[in-house]
């Protein structure tokens, strides 16, 4: 694993990766840089537990909620990370992306994860955003958010999740 600084990437990402883009995942002879094949192809490579549902239907149903939280908000969250757009344009941002995750707070009161009762990679996709709220300048209010921030939370103690941080990645809670 390396911590890459994707201000200043290394030479020969551009090699490996025909976008020259960050993730990029290198296991023996394989290359991917989509994030979504990264983590499914790991989820079967390091199966157990699995992180997709076993029947086809649900793992259908967690690669269509995938497909919307990077739909509907990696756009927001891509770039609000890079904050390169005026500010009235991250402010638009922050309140969409807010406004979305004060609209599910619902559905973390009835099911301990993402519309399930297991960790699946769906919570992977939502742990990565909810970790970065603070760097993109979005505070969630328990009095709207609390069960999101409670299943926040729960994400952020899983010795799992904490063992995926980066060192730059810790420093954004720090």
């Known amino acids: 694993v390396l911590d890459v600084d994707p201000t200043d990437k290394p030479e020969d990402l551009a090699t490996l990766n025909p976008y020259n883009e960050l993730p990029t995942l290198v296991d023996r002879e394989l290359t991917l840089y989509e ?18 549902p076993v ?56 099911k301990p994860y993402f519309m399930s009762d297991d960790f699946t990679l769906v919570d992977c996709c939502v742990a ?5 709220l603070p760097v993109m300048g979005i505070e969630l209010q ?13 994400l ?6 904490q063992a995926s941080l980066s060192d730059s990645e810790r420093e954004m809670r720090q």
Do not use: Q
Request: charged share 30%.
């Open 128 to 132: 990565a955003i909810l970790w970065r």
């Open 156 to 161: 952020f103690r899983r010795d799992s999740f």
């Open 55 to 110: 029947y086809p239907v649900e793992r259908a149903r967690s690669r269509l909620l995938m497909h919307r939280i990077h739909r509907d908000w990696c756009g927001n969250v891509d770039a609000l990370m890079a904050g390169k757009e005026k500010e009235a344009a991250l402010n638009k941002m922050r309140k969409e992306l807010s406004e979305s995750l004060v609209a599910i707070d619902g559905i973390f009161a009835e």
């Open 142 to 154: 328990k009095s709207k958010c609390g069960n999101l921030i409670a299943y926040s939370e729960r």
């Open 35 to 52: 994030p979504n094949i990264m983590m499914e192809y790991l989820d079967e490579r390091f199966p157990h537990p699995p992180l997709l």
